[in-house]
Structures are given as C-alpha cells and as structure tokens.
C-alpha cells in the first residue's frame, strides 16, 4: 500500500464545476504539499500545509491531521487548470517528500 | 532569479553509455533533491543533500551517483545506463527550517536509454 493515495486518478469537468482532490496518508508528517504539473510537464508548488486550511484565488486546501487525510478543492473550474494535481508529504527528514500518484484533471468548455 | 535550472531537456544514450544531468540554483538554498518520474507513478526520490559536501540516498538510489561541492549545483551521475533509467529527471531545491518549506522544481530531463 502506498504511503501517500490520492482520488480520483483521472477527473474531467465542465467550465465552471466545483473540483475536489482527496489526498490520505498513512505516515506522521511535518507538512503536506500540493503540487501542480502543466501539460508540459513543469511542476509548481501551490500549497503547504501542517493545518487547517489555505486559500489562493480560486484554489483552497484543507488538512485534517488527525484523519490523516487533505483535500484541493478549486471554485468556478476553468480550462486552464486542467493538470495533473499531487499531492506529496513531508516526514520532516531534510524536507523529504513522498508523493501520491497525481489526479489528472480536465476542465472543458 | 533563474530558479531550478536543468540540463539538458532532452538525451538519448545507448545501453552501458555514462552521463551527467546538471542542476543549478541560484536561490541560496541548501537542501537540494534529485527526483525521477515514471508513467503512472508518483516522484521518486533518487538522491538528496542537507548541504555542500553532503549527500545521501532517497529511495531508489541504485544506478546513480551525486556530489554537491557548492551550494549551487547538484549534478546527477548515471554510469552504465539501463532501459530502466528511462524516465523524467526532476531537480528540485528547499530552504529548510522556514514556514514555507516549499521546493522548487527544475524543469526536467527527459532520459530514454535504448
């Protein structure tokens, strides 16, 4: 069983639809990450988290430490965003992460 | 600031062929990390280092080599490449001990050994 699991793998909405990515873990972590890979293949960082909840535009993240488990939700979808979203956690050892194996989303028109 | 810079994007090599995978950064950053993706998998870490002059293995080590003499660069070292070490090849950079610890990813190298 992998360390990190991520749902779905694969997810396709229409412009406008409200998305959520659930990401659980089964490891004590400092922090969780959420990552995004671009159809090129560049990946960004766009959320650290070690509680709660943090929002960035149209992008919220929430964590529940003690169900091991987090969620990227994204508001009002756009063709843009479609990716590939990871989730990956930091054990605390030199920042080491472990990775899910991604959601590809697709928003279309 | 360039960030995560990698070299090259792209390399073919020939089975038993050695090469280095460059990575610099210019962001003072003291933890750096080699990563390789495969289809259908999540980033596996290869190898790791705290600090120049310090390195260690990730999980999938074997097939590898690394030395970090500055701050800046971090190279990856395949010698006798394998079908296997077909993969893309992520460096990716981190402050330590901030509130943000977040990573900073090169672009990648896309490695196919035939």
């Known amino acids: 069983k992998n360390e990190v699991e991520q749902s779905p793998q694969n997810l396709t909405a229409q412009e406008g639809e409200f998305i959520t990515i659930n990401c659980s873990y089964s490891?004590?972590?400092?922090?969780l990450h959420w990552l995004q890979q671009h159809p090129g293949g560049g990946i960004v960082s766009l959320f650290m988290l070690s509680s709660g909840k943090k929002k960035h535009g149209r992008l919220i993240a929430t964590i529940n430490i003690q169900e091991k488990h987090s969620s990227l939700h994204i508001t009002a979808s756009h063709p843009r965003d479609s990716a590939v979203y990871i989730c990956a956690v930091d054990t605390g050892t030199a920042s080491k992460l472990t990775f899910g194996t991604g959601t590809r989303l697709q928003v279309t028109l | 600031n360039a960030g995560v810079t990698q070299t090259p994007k792209f390399r073919i090599l020939k089975i038993g062929q050695s090469m280095t995978l460059q990575c610099t950064q210019d962001?003072?950053?003291?933890?750096m990390y080699w990563y390789r993706q495969d289809p259908g998998m999540g980033l596996k870490l290869i190898y790791y280092?705290?600090?120049?002059?310090?390195?260690d293995k990730g999980e999938v080590p074997n097939g590898y080599n690394v030395s970090r003499s500055t701050t800046e660069d971090f190279p990856l070292r395949l010698e006798l490449a394998a079908p296997s070490q077909t993969s893309v090849y992520f460096c990716a950079s981190s402050r330590p001990r901030s509130s943000y610890n977040e990573q900073f990813f090169g672009p990648g190298t896309r490695l196919t050994v035939l």
């Open positions: 280092s705290v600090g120049a002059g310090i390195t």
């Open positions: 962001m003072n950053h003291n933890y």
């Open positions: 490891v004590g972590i400092s922090a």
